[in-house]
Each structure stands twice: as structure tokens, then as C-alpha cells.
RNA sequence: UCCCCGGUAGCUCAAUGGUAGAGCGUUCGGCUGUUAACCGAAAUGUUGGAAGUUCGAAUCUUCCCCGGGGAGCCA
């Protein structure tokens, strides 16, 4: 009998089929029985009576829920069926029953986020996070796909890194071999920089570490970014990627994942309207902006969460800030030569509350300023001569940015928190399981 | 690091200083079209820990532990 996969289903009513998988839910109803399936792929209702097969209505009465079986019957359409196929049961094999001194711990009803996140390893099984893992699957999919399109060759920057780069505050210590220490990276930059002046178009795709105690929903430290770095190219270009990169990233998930985002009850005619161009503002505009609302904010102050959210509350889909002040912004960003006091950088808001999923900059390529910089920020320079060869040898423009995956998955997703989009979370005080 | 919130049955929660409860899950029984099925019954507690106030503490006080949300920082 052919193995089926609960997803193709409908593809098959009327035929004998075989589902691997587990028991989700068990209904009883005196001799009729029933049972719900899960086989990763989606859950589909089977039906078991008493008369017709006496001997599957005794495998399945009584099982446990998550008790692995393998099932085989007919699929049959059913407008009271969820989904609207069911599968009339005619053989089970159990091949594991969860004890009922041991029943599976994730109900089918609300939980607290403690216990979910205790039982993750057993929590990814529910419909939510499968529909949510899918759909991150997608958008990397998407990502990559397009990076590949313009021309952008993947490489990988390295996870160990040596010397603290930004301080030490954020990085994650680990003994190296013969009692060296070496950090995990907080972001591949630096490396898809020499990158870029090797290969033209780069991007890194990879897990990034930070060692800062942040609590908030946007915040894990370990996630995942995709870092895009090109020679000869300006802020412009950069902004002009970032946002054919998002639109690809959040049409392909509407257009191939429409099932999941249903599982998820996502508002799909939101993301629909997420095509590039996006809005491009000033961070002068983004202030004026803030004072409309009657937030206090002036010239110099970062733009926080609250603000984020009061500014991209302005627009339907992602809005891009350029241009903010050096004195808040990394060393190596470059001036804007109009304006010296002002950094060629821009970050990427998400809509809905979601925050910045891109950060990104022009960076300098001028040998002289990048020393003056690193000097300004007392920074180390003997860590950055192989930074600075960068300068040295062959030095042109070039600009590139971070997407943190997580943030734009959760947005794509609608999720309250994003430790629910990457399998297993790593958190401030949570690194089980 | 700072601010706020929380910790009671396996889970989600109630109990306003006076006998620790309900729903779900589990067990037993009933039901041939259920939709987190329903109906009946049973078992299940170191109220996060320590000390204190009180005739009496889940409840009030102090300290500690654990977790959550936010700030800062950032993707």
C-alpha cells in the first residue's frame, strides 16, 4: 500500500493508503472511534467502528496521545472532517504507546510559556511550531535564492573569532586550544568586507552570538543573520537589496507557505502588500516624524523601541532610516560627505511593532579615517591590521548590511516572541533543552 | 546591571488572614459522526525556599532562588 504523506491527501480520496506518523488526538464516541494523525506534513481525522473493524477499534481505543502508529485505510472526502478528508481506519500498528503514567506533557490547550520552553524538544510537534519551522525554511530559501540571483556569492565567515572587536561585553569567551581564548562571532562583517574585495558580491549566511543580557522578545543570543557584502557599492545600492531581499523573502512565503500562515491565522492581505520599493526617510525625517507624536526626541538620541514602533506605525510595509549621527553609530561607517556629521547607515523597520530587521552601512575605505576612527574609539589596532590591509591594498567603496532571520521571520509569522521561530532557543538563562 | 510582574495538583488557573478548589490530563464507566467531543465517578498538593508577624499565613513582612516582560544594547 503506498505510504502517503497527510499533505498530499486530497490527492488521493477514494484510495487505500498507508500514513506514518502519531496519534494527536483521540476522540471516543461509544463505538465509533475518532482518532487524529499527525505525520509532520499536517493532521487528518480518522474514523474506527466497533463493527466494521473490531480489531483496529482495539489497537486505537484507549491509546495515548503521540503514541507512534502506522495506520492504513481509505481517504475518503468529508465536509465534517477538519481539512475535509478523513481516513476510514482498517489496519493499526502500534509501534510505541505512550504510557499512561507518562502521557505526553503538550495538551491540546494553552500552556504557560515556562513549560513550553522547558518542553521544546516535545513542543515543536504541535501544528503552530510546524507551520512556524516550515515557514522559516521558506524564507531562507527565498533569501538565499535571491541573493543567488544578484549575484552574490555565499560564503562563510568564521564562528571562533580572535581579538575582541567591538569589546568584550557582548562576545561569548571560549577556551581555545593551549589555553588561548577566542570569541564566538557577533557578526560576520568584518570578514565578509575582505570577502567582498575578493569575490565582488558576498554574502555570509551563518548563527551569530551575543553575550548581552537582554530580556525582550526580540532578543536571543544565538541567531541567525544574513549578511550581504559588495565592493563598489553605496548606501543606495544597499538599501535597493535589502528591499527586493524582504519582498522576496515575504512573497515566497505567501505564495507557497499560505497553509501555514492559516495555521497561524496570520493577517495574509498584510503581508501581500509587502513589495519593494519601500519608504526611505531621513533620520531628520524620522524626528520629525516622532515629534508629530508628540515624542521628545531630538537630534543625536537613538531611535528605541518605542520609537521604532511610533515611526513605522506611519507606513504598510517596511520603512527604511538612512542617515543617522556618527557620534551613535559603529566606527566604521562612513560620512556622508554633504554632511560629515552624519553616518551613511540605514536600518530596516519592520511594520506591526516588529523593530529593525536590517542594519547595514557604507563603510570607510579610506585607510587615514579608519584609523582616526579606531583611534577615537580606542580600539585596539593591532586586532585590526588585517582590517586596515583592507585599506592598503586596492581600497574602494563598498557597503553591506545584517538580517537578523529571527525578527524577520517572526514578523513574517506574527508571532509574539521570536524565540518561537528557530527550534531551539538560546536565551538569558535558558539553554535548555 | 536597573525597573515591573509572577511562582498553588502533571498542565491552565481560582481561593479578599479562618476546612486548599475547578477545568484539562490520568484511571474506571457510558455514548455510532465527533470537532481542544460530551456525560458520570475516582485518584492526585512540601502553595518556589528560609525566617518572621499572628490564636491562625497560599494570603502580611524580610531575605534568597527560579522564570517572564521591559530599559540599555542590538539583528
Known sequence: MTTISIEQAGKYDGQEVTIKGWLYNLRESGKLLFPIFRDG?????????????????????????????????????????????????????????????????????????DFLLD????????PRSAAILRIRAEAIRAARNYMDEQGYTLTDAPIFTPAACEGTSTLFEVNYIDDQKAYLTQSGQLYGEALAMALGKIYTFGPTFRAEKSKTRRHLT?????????????????????????????????????????????????LENIKAPFPRISYDEAIAILHKHGNPAKFGDDIGGDEETIVSSEFDRPVMVHRYPAAIKAFYMQPDAQRPDLALAFDM?????????????????????????????????????????????????????GLGLERTVAWICGTEHIREVIPFPRMLYRVYP
Not at 119 to 126: F, K, M, P, S, V
Not at 256 to 269: A, D, G, P, V
Open 41 to 113: 506534513t499536517g493532521i487528518m481525522q480518522g474514523v474506527c467502528a466497533l463493527k466494521e473493524n473490531p480489531e483496529a477499534f482495539a489497537a486505537l481505543k484507549g491509546l495515548t496521545q503521540e503514541s507512534s502508529v502506522i495506520v492504513g485505510g481509505k481517504i475518503r472526502a468529508e465536509q465534517r472532517a477538519p481539512g475535509g478528508f478523513e481516513m476510514g481506519v482498517s489496519t493499526i500498528e502500534v509501534l510505541q504507546k505512550v504510557s499512561e503514567a507518562t502521557p505526553f506533557p503538550i495538551q491540546l490547550k494553552e500552556h504557560g510559556v
Open 349 to 401: 523597520l519592520a511594520p506591526e511593532g516588529y523593530g529593525e530587521i536590517i542594519g547595514g552601512s557604507q563603510r570607510i575605505h579610506d585607510y587615514d579615517l579608519l584609523v582616526k576612527r579606531l583611534r577615537e574609539n580606542n580600539l585596539p589596532e593591532e586586532s585590526f591590521q588585517w582590517y586596515l590591509d583592507l585599506r592598503r591594498y586596492g581600497s574602494v567603496p563598498h557597503a553591506g548590511f
Open 119 to 126: 518542553h521544546r524538544h516535545l513542543w515543536i510537534r504541535t
Open 222 to 270: 544565538e541567531f541567525w543573520m544574513l549578511e550581504p557584502e559588495a565592493a563598489y557599492a553605496e548606501l543606495d545600492d544597499m538599501m535597493a537589496l535589502a528591499e527586493g531581499l524582504v519582498s522576496a523573502m515575504v512573497q515566497s512565503v505567501v505564495k507557497n507557505k499560505s497553509r501555514e500562515l492559516e495555521t497561524l491565522k496570520r493577517n495574509i492581505q498584510k
